[in-house]
Nanobody, 124 residues
Framework: QVQLVESGGGLVQAGASLRVSCAAS????????AGWFRQGPGREREFVGG????????TYADSVKGRFTISRDNAKNTVYLQMNSLKPEDTAVYYC?????????????????WGQGTQVTVSS
C-alpha cells in the first residue's frame, strides 16, 4: 500500500519562501505522476500543479505560475513544492497526490493516493 507523508509547512510572512516535501513509501515511485493541491478556509480543493513521473514536465495553476516550482527526486521517492513570493491568499492545507500514469492531472479524482496534508499560513 502506497503512503504519502507531507512535511515542511508552517507560518511565514508575505513575500517569504517555503518548501514542502512529500515522501512516498510502499510502491515504485517512478511509476507515478504527482500533483499538489490545496484547500483554503471555506474553499474547494484546487489544483496547484503537477509533475510527470520522470520529472521532465510540469504544469501549474495560473494563480501560482512563476512563483511555485514542483520537482521530484525519484531516488529519494520524494516530490517537492517550492513556494516563493508567498501571499496571504496562498494560505491553505497543501496535499500531495500520486497517480499511476505518465502525466499529472488537474482533476483530484484522477489520483489514487493522497497525503494527510500540511498547513501553510501566510501572514500579511
Amino acid at each position: 500500500q502506497v503512503q504519502l507523508v507531507e512535511s515542511g509547512g508552517g507560518l511565514v510572512q508575505a513575500g517569504a519562501s517555503l518548501r514542502v516535501s512529500c515522501a512516498a513509501s510502499g510502491g515504485t515511485f517512478s511509476n507515478y505522476a504527482a500533483g499538489w493541491f490545496r484547500q483554503g478556509p471555506g474553499r474547494e480543493r484546487e489544483f496547484v500543479g503537477g509533475i510527470s513521473r520522470g520529472g521532465a514536465r510540469t504544469t501549474y495553476a495560473d494563480s501560482v505560475k512563476g512563483r511555485f516550482t514542483i520537482s521530484r527526486d525519484n531516488a529519494k521517492n520524494t516530490v517537492y513544492l517550492q513556494m516563493n513570493s508567498l501571499k496571504p491568499e496562498d494560505t491553505a492545507v497543501y496535499y500531495c497526490a500520486i497517480r499511476e500514469a505518465v502525466w499529472g492531472s488537474p482533476n483530484p479524482k484522477d489520483y489514487a493516493y493522497w497525503g494527510q496534508g500540511t498547513q501553510v499560513t501566510v501572514s500579511s
